[in-house]
T-cell receptor
């Protein structure tokens, strides 16, 4: 299975600011995704990070609020822009490997917006 | 939209008891996945199921892919305190990896 790391692991931010979360995988992967998990809730897909092109966003999520980059097959970033307290969540990077259709998750970034 | 109905929502059991949880949907899935999430961690994959009727074990865990492809269950035998966590079922449909997650089953084990 792929080893996925995320930075930062947690942060406390002021409203109106932006935070960029990094996801690094130890091997090349076919697909990378970003999920949000609000307190006590299940996982909601934000977008699919596409290498070298614009991410594909799910309904309710827009590029201006959650810009995503994926410059290569092992790295992606998610930015949470102009944050409000409602953005307080765990943000999770997820991958599907080149040789497996199984989906794995990173440890998550815990964000608290004051 | 598509939904997975996961039950029970939570379980309070005694150490040593067996546990069963399940997911159902009105849609057909090609893959069923079961994850466990502990506090402060991301979900960790427990079992992946790829064929209708498939029964797969991982230690004390056993999961089955329903014949109708619309449901799956996870059993934990002889529970121990470290089984505490949130268990999520997840389904994937043909042609993509848009994984849909259940709401989770919160398991509490009393020693």
């Amino acid at each position: 299975s792929a080893v996925i790391s995320q930075k930062p692991s947690r942060d406390i931010c002021q409203r109106g600011t932006s935070l960029t979360i990094q996801c690094q995988v130890d091997s090349q992967v076919t697909m990378m995704f970003w999920y949000r998990q609000q307190p006590g809730q299940s996982l909601t897909l934000i977008a699919t990070a596409n290498q070298g092109s614009e991410a594909t966003y799910e309904s309710g999520f827009v590029i201006d609020k959650f810009p995503i980059s994926r410059p290569n097959l092992t790295f992606s970033t998610l930015t949470v822009s102009n944050m409000s307290p409602e953005d307080s969540s765990i943000y999770l990077c997820s991958v599907v490997g080149d040789f497996s259709e199984t989906q794995y998750f990173g440890p998550g970034t815990r964000l608290l917006v004051l | 939209g598509q939904q997975l109905n996961q039950s029970p929502q939570s379980m309070f059991i005694q150490e040593g008891e067996d546990v069963s949880m399940n997911c159902t949907s009105s849609s057909i899935f090609n893959t069923w996945l079961w994850y466990k999430q502990e506090p402060g961690e991301g979900p960790v994959l427990l079992i992946a199921l790829y064929k209708a009727g498939e029964l797969t074990s991982n230690g004390r865990l056993t999961a089955q892919f329903g014949i109708t492809r619309k449901d799956s269950f996870l059993n934990i035998s002889a529970s121990i305190p470290s089984d505490v966590g949130i268990y999520f079922c997840a389904g994937q449909q043909a042609g993509g990896f848009k994984t849909i997650f259940g709401a989770g089953t919160r398991l509490f084990v009393k020693a």
